[in-house]
Structure formats: structure tokens, C-alpha cells
């Protein structure tokens, strides 16, 4: 274990020596020695001036203070809620804050440091008091999937905002990025006051944090008060992470490695700690920030992407690590249907929802609550369609639309429902199956209902794929290359399930290791956003947050085809899918092969979930929603593989439909609308798993 004095040297020589390279590093042709001289009191002409003193003097100031401020917050809500996956990244607070700036840019054209600082102080102050009103309820990793939720809700609502407005998306994609690039001296300045008041707030913090360690009773009679400590450290943390998002974009992962770096090279009192968080938070986003400028050159690579690099894998390694205890729910364990006895004559055990229909030579078992449950889902998703085809801006009825599916309405709206929207709400019912299938079998492998395929980073890896056959071919659209989708997303099953040890292995720690690999994803897909033109970004954006505008026929048919041979796959095998709800030697006994059944089932699921993202893009929260819906309405006992995928159609279409209507002149895509209703969802998923 290294001293403290040690430690603390070694930090700020790694400090002075990241700040003389910044203030030396950069694209234009200027020498290090000609700015060595400037510095040193030298003259230099107009050129020299303004790269030393415009360019690398604010951008190495703002690297020096968004880093000591989300370094700082890292820690505090980490020992606020004691748990080291604390992170205003992760939590959603620095999505909070960029909601609140984008707000500030539409609603009042806010363009200053100051504006952008009061608007993201609003935004990060209503984040905040959200993650720690739930924190005490949730264990760390459920406390994770709940900023998951709660950045997911924040994210769409701040999609739908840019989708409206084209120029405020056109500034939102290079600052989502995190980018210190052209940062003002008088933006550096603006937020000063903000960070002295939060960093001065986390010092008089450091006693009360360490008396809250020892648990609430203690603390009280230690003379603290934690109802008051948590709401001070709740300001002091709104203040850091407004500011930091202010000035250089929401950064995420960085106090999850300054907390990282601090607890492991520190095992002292709260104070040291939190000041060697702001010190390793400077450090390592400076050092990401040098490197950006020299990777790529004449370009830079984002900033964001760099810190979630090295952050992706520091989350993977705390949520495995011993320092995260499981909490209630955590290791999900086995669940056996639940049965119940009907004895007749000769009748034996028949689950509780099924009854025997018996004729003189033939008798057949019919699922009753399923079979109503799958009657009135279909009827939704009838109606769900009829309203797809009738709403817009034709003022058409329902009994027209009707009409005009069957061919025999009106000329135009037989156009322009079997032409226009039919097509699309066929991409919609195809995507919706496949995803509500796809979740209803990655649920049941690992025997917890967030294991899906949007949270294990299955279609996070569909989209990269998609996104790289699009952009390097002379096709118009991405969506023509929906074939390539399944194997990025087996790629990603692969990577998720090779670094986490196997489905279902580790409770929510291989939730929290597919959401790492997502974030590290979507973090590559704003810097592939950020490099296209304004037009093909805008288009490209659309899509990479999931959207049925432009699809037809030849997308969705092939999926439809899909559909037709792996949902009977599914019937077949779902008597052996019950079985593996027993332990390996139980189902070997039964007669089934546990790892080949698992390894078939999952491989469909992720084909399935690969051609949904081909169809619609990352459409979110359909895979989560649809099977825990179906199940509730059909009953627990059985799988819902009817169910799931009319749930997940009639969603998607709904959603879509929604997103139609909702926004006058402007299209809300559908993956927007499932997130942010979604994000609620998710978190009512995680309270009722603590419940049960």
C-alpha cells in the first residue's frame, strides 16, 4: 500500500507533467519551444498568442476543473449511498444536466456559460434528488440499473426536443460528446464560483460522510444528522456536475475511476479520499484529453470515448468485485411454475390453467388463462393496427381505414394506407415479435427478468454492425443492410457472456456487465454521429435511437420469414426451457441436453433481436415490457411465447404511432417514445423485484 504523502506526489507530478503537454500538444504548427518561450515571458506574433492563450490555456484549465468536479462528485455519492459503482454518469445526473441545457438552448437560446450553467444546475438538482430518493431502497448494482432507467427517460426526452429543432441537434452532437475542443476562457470562468462552492461543500462533507459509513444509528449518535448530509451532498453534487456538463458535455465513467483509483491506492478517512478523487479525475481526463489530440491526427477523437474506454472495464471489475455485495434480488435464484392439483378420475396433475377437452378417441390440454390472454392480446394488437393505418393528418376513421385495408374505400386512402402506412406498421409488428420473443427467451435462460437484449448490449452490437456496412457502402439507407444485424449481435452475445462467465451466472453483475458494453457502445455511436455531415447525421441519428419512418416490404418480410421458422422453434423446445428451470443433473435425468438447448435457444434469441434492430433500429424497453406483461395476463404458468411476441408487436406499433401524432410538424421516433416510458418501467421492475 502506497503512503498518502507518496500517493498525493505522485498525483500532482502526473498533474504538472499532463499540463505542460497540454499546453504543448496541439494540431496547429506551432514548436514546444516557441511556446516554452512565450510562457516564460518571450514575445510572439498574433498567431502564437491566440494558440497559447484562445486554444490550449482555457481547454487545460477546463480539463483541470470538469475533472477535479466529477471526480469529487464520483466520491461523494459513492459514500453517500455506499456503494462504488456510484457515478453521476451512471446514475443519470449528467443526463439530467445535459436535458436542462438543451432545454436552455431551445427555450431561451441560452448560449454563455451562465446560461448553460443555470439550466443544467435545474436539470442535475432533479437528477440527483431522484438517485437519492431510491438509493436507499436499492442495492448498489439494482441502484445502477435504476440511473440506467432514470438516464434512459431523461435521454429520450431529450431526443424528442432535438428531433424537432435541426439546429439545436447540430450543436447537441459535438458537445454530446464531451469535447474540451473551443472551450471559452469566459466559460471557464462562468462555472468557477460553482465548483469553489461544491468543492468547499464536500470538504465540511468529509466528517458527516465518514460517521454515515457506520450506518445511520451510529451516525446519530456520533451527533450527525443523515436526513441533513445527504441533502447537503446532494446540492454540492448538483453543483459539480451542472458545472462540469456547462462547460465540456456530459463526460461519463470519470468518477467511477477516480473513486476507482482513490479507494484502491487509499484505504484511510473519507477526507484524503475525496481530495485524491478530484486529483485523479483531473489527471485522467487530461491525459484523455492530450491523447484525443494526437491519436487521430489532423483530427481528434472525442474525449468521451476515451474515458469510457478505461471505464467500461473498471465498472465490469467493481460490479464483480467483493466491495459490491449482492443485495436482496441480486443472485436471482431458480423458480419452479407454480402448480396446482386437480385429481379426477385418472386425471393426475394438470397446471392450474389448464383443462382437458376429451372426445371419444382424443383428448387435448388447453391452456385456458393463455389461450384467453393470447385472444385478447391479438384483438389489442388488431386495434392497435387499425389506429396505426387511421391517425395522421387525412382525418380518416377508423371504419375508413377498414375500408381501405380491405381495398374498397376511397382512391387516395386506399393509397395511402396500403401504399404509405401499411408497410410500415408491418415493420413495426415484425420488429415488436422478434423483440418480444427475443426478451421472453434471453428472461427465461438466465432466470431474471432484465436479462435483454437492449440491456445485455445485444442490440447495441447489431447497430454498430448496421452502422458500419451503411457508412462504407453507397446505400441511401441503413436499414438496408438489415442482414448484417444478427451478427453483430451475436458478437456482442459473445463478447458479454465471454467477459461476465455465462448467462445468468451472476445475478445483476452480468445486467451491469452488458450495460457497460452498451455504454462504451453508445458512446462510439455519437462519435460516429459527430464525423458525418449535418443531413446524413440527422438521418443516421434517427435511426440509431430506433425508427420504423421509410421502412416497407422488403425489410420486413425477410424478418416475417425469420419469424415463421423460429417461433415454432421456440413452441418445440419450450417444454425442454422448462426443464432447465431444475439444476444440470435434474434436466440431464429428464432426458434433455442443458447445454445444447441453451446454447439453441440463446443463439435464436439473438438472431431474433439482430433482425429487429435491422428493421427499427435499438428500439428499447419492448424486449423488458413485452414478456413481463404477457406473463402477467397468461399466468405463471408457463412461458408466454404467444404472448410475448402480439405484447411486443402491439407495443411498437402503439409506440410508433404515438410518435407520429404527438409532435405538430416533427416525427418522434419510436425507440424515443419506449424510452422515456420505458425508463418508469424498468424502475418499477427493479422495486418489484426487491418486493418479491
Not at 494558440?51 to 487545460?60: A, M
Not at 455465462?502 to 457502445?521: C, K, S
Request: aromatic share 4%; with cysteine; proline share 5%.
Amino acid at each position: 500500500m502506497f503512503t498518502q504523502a507518496r500517493v498525493f506526489a505522485l498525483g500532482a507530478a502526473a498533474l504538472l507533467a499532463l499540463c505542460a503537454a497540454s499546453m504543448l500538444t496541439g494540431a496547429g504548427r506551432v514548436a514546444p519551444g516557441q511556446v516554452i518561450g512565450y510562457l516564460l515571458g518571450g514575445g510572439g506574433d498574433g498567431h502564437l498568442r491566440m494558440v497559447v492563450d484562445t486554444l490550449r490555456l482555457p481547454r487545460t484549465l477546463a480539463a483541470l476543473v470538469v475533472g477535479a468536479a466529477l471526480g469529487v462528485s464520483g466520491m461523494l455519492l459513492q459514500s453517500v449511498t455506499r456503494n462504488p459503482l456510484a457515478e453521476t454518469g451512471l446514475l443519470g445526473v449528467n443526463a439530467g444536466a445535459a436535458l436542462g441545457v438543451v432545454a436552455g438552448i431551445v427555450t431561451v437560446g441560452a448560449q454563455s456559460g451562465g446560461a448553460y450553467l443555470g439550466w443544467a444546475l435545474g436539470g442535475a438538482l432533479l437528477a440527483t434528488g431522484l438517485v437519492l430518493a431510491v438509493g436507499a431502497r436499492l442495492s448498489p448494482l439494482k441502484l445502477v440499473l435504476a440511473g440506467a432507467a432514470l438516464s434512459a427517460t431523461l435521454t429520450g426526452i431529450t431526443t424528442a426536443v432535438l428531433v424537432a429543432d435541426p439546429v439545436t441537434f447540430d450543436q447537441y452532437r459535438y458537445w454530446i460528446l464531451g469535447s474540451l475542443a473551443g472551450v471559452p476562457m469566459d466559460r471557464v470562468l462562468a462555472i468557477a464560483p460553482a465548483v469553489v462552492a461544491g468543492l468547499v461543500m464536500a470538504a465540511f462533507a468529509a466528517r458527516p460522510l465518514a460517521a454515515l459509513a457506520l450506518g445511520d444509528d451510529l451516525a446519530v449518535a456520533l451527533g450527525h444528522r443523515p436526513g441533513r448530509t445527504r441533502l447537503w451532498v446532494s446540492v454540492a453534487v448538483t453543483l459539480l456536475s451542472a458545472a462540469a456538463v456547462a462547460v465540456a458535455g456530459p463526460i461519463g465513467f470519470l468518477g467511477l475511476l477516480a473513486g476507482y483509483v482513490s479507494r484502491t491506492l487509499l484505504a484511510g478517512r473519507v477526507g484524503p479520499r475525496i481530495v485524491l478523487s478530484g486529483l485523479a479525475g483531473a489527471v485522467v481526463l487530461l491525459g484523455a484529453d492530450v491523447l484525443a489530440r494526437v491519436l487521430v491526427r489532423p483530427y481528434e477523437a472525442p474525449v468521451s470515448l476515451l474515458v469510457a474506454v478505461l471505464g467500461a472495464p473498471v465498472l465490469i471489475v467493481v460490479a464483480r468485485s467483493r466491495a459490491v455485495a449482492a443485495g436482496p434480488g441480486d443472485l436471482v435464484p431458480a423458480r419452479s411454475p407454480r402448480r396446482t392439483a386437480r385429481r379426477g378420475r385418472g386425471a393426475g396433475v394438470l397446471p392450474s390453467d389448464t383443462r382437458a377437452v376429451r372426445g371419444r378417441r382424443w383428448s387435448v390440454l388447453v391452456p385456458v388463462r393463455s389461450s384467453a390472454a393470447a385472444a385478447l392480446l391479438l384483438a389489442v394488437t388488431a386495434a392497435a393496427v387499425v389506429a396505426a393505418v387511421a391517425a395522421g393528418q387525412s382525418g380518416m376513421t377508423a371504419e375508413q381505414a377498414l375500408r381501405a385495408l380491405a381495398g374498397t374505400g376511397e382512391g387516395g386512402h386506399v393509397l395511402l394506407v396500403q401504399e404509405i402506412r401499411l408497410p410500415r406498421v408491418v415493420a413495426g409488428l415484425v420488429a415488436g415479435a422478434a423483440l418480444g420473443l427475443s426478451g421472453c427467451l434471453t428472461q427465461a435462460l438466465a432466470r431474471n427478468r432484465l436479462a435483454t437484449p437492449d440491456m445485455l448490449g445485444i442490440n447495441q452490437g447489431a447497430v454498430m454492425a448496421i452502422m458500419a456496412a451503411g457508412m462504407s457502402s453507397a446505400s441511401g439507407t441503413l436499414f438496408a443492410h438489415w442482414w448484417i444485424g444478427p451478427v453483430g449481435a451475436l458478437a456482442a452475445a459473445v463478447a458479454v457472456f465471454a467477459v461476465s462467465g455465462g448467462i445468468g451466472r451472476q445475478g445483476y453483475r452480468f445486467i451491469v456487465t452488458g450495460l457497460a458494453l452498451t455504454t462504451l457502445a453508445g458512446a462510439l455511436t455519437q462519435s460516429l454521429l459527430a464525423w458525418q455531415g449535418l443531413g446524413s447525421a440527422t438521418a443516421v441519428h434517427s435511426w440509431s435511437v430506433g425508427s420504423l419512418a421509410g421502412r416497407d416490404y422488403g425489410v420486413a418480410l425477410p424478418v416475417a420469414a425469420g419469424l415463421a421458422v423460429l417461433v415454432p422453434a421456440a413452441l418445440v423446445l419450450a417444454r425442454r426451457l422448462a426443464v432447465l428451470r431444475f439444476d444440470e443433473d435434474v434436466s440431464a435425468g429428464l432426458g434433455v441436453d442443458p447445454g445444447r438447448t441453451r446454447m439453441f435457444l440463446l443463439v435464436t434469441a439473438v438472431v431474433l433481436a439482430g433482425l429487429a434492430a435491422g428493421v427499427a433500429g435499438p428500439v428499447a424497453f419492448v424486449a423488458l415490457a413485452a414478456p413481463v406483461i404477457a406473463a402477467r395476463l397468461a399466468g405463471p404458468a408457463r412461458l408466454p411465447l404467444i404472448g410475448a411476441p402480439l405484447t411486443g408487436a402491439a407495443l411498437v406499433v402503439i409506440a410508433d404511432t404515438a410518435g407520429r401524432v404527438a409532435a405538430d410538424g416533427a416525427e418522434i421516433p419510436v425507440g424515443v417514445v419506449t424510452s422515456i416510458l420505458g425508463g418508469p418501467f424498468l424502475l418499477w421492475t427493479l422495486l418489484s423485484d426487491r418486493r418479491s
